[in-house]
């Protein structure tokens, strides 16, 4: 007689390398958030009242060698600079959950895959829909496709709430997947005229650095200089600059060799995540999210196909492709959700998919280049739309903050006081040992007091 197939468990248990990995990682992105955050409100402030002439000059400010095509505005080298540090790590978390995270098993990538691409097809089939009927641009089809987990997890830090690690390994494997996409979508469809001997260089540069890793070379002095050319020359190439981070990224080793205590990609990792979750990003978000904010401007965002299909995209298409994704892909895979939690906080991860700040903001700037108030529109159409999803992912959860604590509690409970959680090691007989010495001790250590107090020698224990 054949046995059921065993049916997997959606949003169960991370395993406990796994957990570490998604808490450390998310630690930096939360930090970074927050002043993500802030360098949009000071740059909106910026923009909206007097000092936005000095914001303005200091934006479109030229800088640069002319004569290697890289004399560009304070803006555009936070924009092609600055942000192919956040793309190389960006390929570095891509590389790492192909090798080691939730994407090595095909089985395993299924259901966030799905639920990712849902979530990036929807938005666009929304823009489309909205932009279409109403007589708009389609260049921004892919502007509400992204979802900025450092903005999300900023979100969850202000409302005081926090996510089991399930919950949030799910939210960060949608950000890397729609990362991916975003990259395709950003080489394929917003590169310009391509010059393709620089782009050859930059290939050739690319391949030199991974036979540099391939023969484990080592020293910041070879690596550094090399990439910076490989920029140089994908930016003059024609081909969006940030593509050169993505694919050093991808090329640095996840495996440790014998001797080392981390590979090559989780120690550069390491060092370059803080500058990008602290530095690269927020500088962008000065340069980028410094848009009016006037009455008018803020009803064009209702009116106009294009910011309309914007909000919409963000705010209805995220969520309901993130869900409904999610939902399909259970249901085929014949995974059960878990049983500790419930279909409304995938829902709710949904609402946070669909703040996309940062990779929104670069796509609307590069779709709309030609057009600069078209563009502002759109970034507009950005903040709000990101807004009302965070506004509405927190209001649900927070409905449920009673229980995610609960279950953060249990993750990270340690009676053993020995490292790791004893959720991890329920299972382990060994476990079970120590606790039964660890629960006698304190019966025996209450008994001696208790005995003080009765026999009247310590009597300031009798409480205890």
């Known amino acids: 007689m054949t046995q059921p197939r065993r049916r997997s468990v959606f949003l169960g248990r991370l395993p406990l390398p796994e957990r570490n990995y998604v808490a450390d990682a998310l630690r930096t992105e939360t930090v970074g958030g927050v002043l993500l955050l802030v360098a949009a409100v000071v740059a909106l402030i910026l923009a909206n009242t007097p000092a936005n002439s000095g914001y303005v000059a200091l934006r479109d400010f030229q800088l640069g060698p002319a004569g290697l095509h890289l004399n560009l505005s304070v803006a555009d080298w936070a924009k092609d600079g600055l942000l192919t540090v956040f793309f190389f790590v960006a390929g570095i978390e891509l590389k790492r959950e192909l090798v080691a995270g939730e994407l090595r098993s095909p089985s395993a990538a299924a259901l966030p895959v799905v639920a990712a691409v849902c979530g990036m097809a929807l938005p666009a089939l929304v823009y489309a829909t909205v932009s279409l009927s109403g007589g708009g641009d389609i260049r921004g089809w892919a502007v509400p496709t992204a979802t900025d987990i450092a903005f999300a997890l900023a979100v969850l830090a202000v409302i005081g709430t926090s996510l089991p690690s399930a919950l949030r390994a799910f939210l960060l494997t949608l950000a890397v997947v729609d990362d991916l996409f975003a990259i395709l979508i950003i080489a394929v469809f917003y590169s310009a005229r391509i010059d393709f001997p620089a782009l050859g260089l930059a290939v050739l540069g690319l391949f030199v650095f991974w036979l540099l890793l391939r023969r484990r070379v080592h020293g910041w002095y070879v690596y550094v200089p090399l990439a910076l050319v490989i920029w140089a020359l994908m930016h003059v190439s024609g081909v969006h600059s940030t593509i050169a981070g993505v694919a050093m990224g991808l090329m640095l080793r996840c495996a440790k060799d014998a001797g080392e205590d981390v590979s090559p990609a989780e120690r550069i990792e390491h060092v370059v995540r803080p500058l990008s979750a602290g530095i690269a990003v927020p500088l962008f978000a000065l340069f980028a999210a410094g848009v009016p ?24 298409g995220k969520a309901a492709g993130v869900f409904g994704g999610a939902w399909f892909a259970a249901r085929f895979t014949r995974a059960e959700l878990n049983p500790e939690l419930a279909w409304a906080d995938v829902g709710a991860v949904a609402c946070l998919g669909g703040i996309g700040f940062t990779v929104s903001l670069l796509i609307g700037e590069l779709a709309f280049a030609g057009s600069p108030v078209l563009a502002g529109e759109v970034k507009a159409a950005v903040l709000l739309g990101s807004l009302i999803s965070a506004v509405v992912a927190a209001a649900l959860l927070k409905l449920r903050n009673r229980k995610y604590r609960a279950l953060c509690d249990e993750e990270e409970r340690d009676d053993d006081h020995d490292g790791i959680p004893d959720v991890y090691e329920k299972d382990d007989p060994e476990y079970h040992l120590r606790m039964a010495a660890i629960f006698e001790a304190k019966a025996a250590e209450h008994r001696r007091l208790a005995e003080l107090a009765r026999s009247g020698t310590n009597g300031d224990h009798g409480s205890t």
């Open 293 to 316: 904010l006037s009455g008018g401007a803020m009803r064009g965002v209702f009116t106009n196909p294009e910011t309309l299909g914007v909000v919409l995209g963000l705010f209805l």
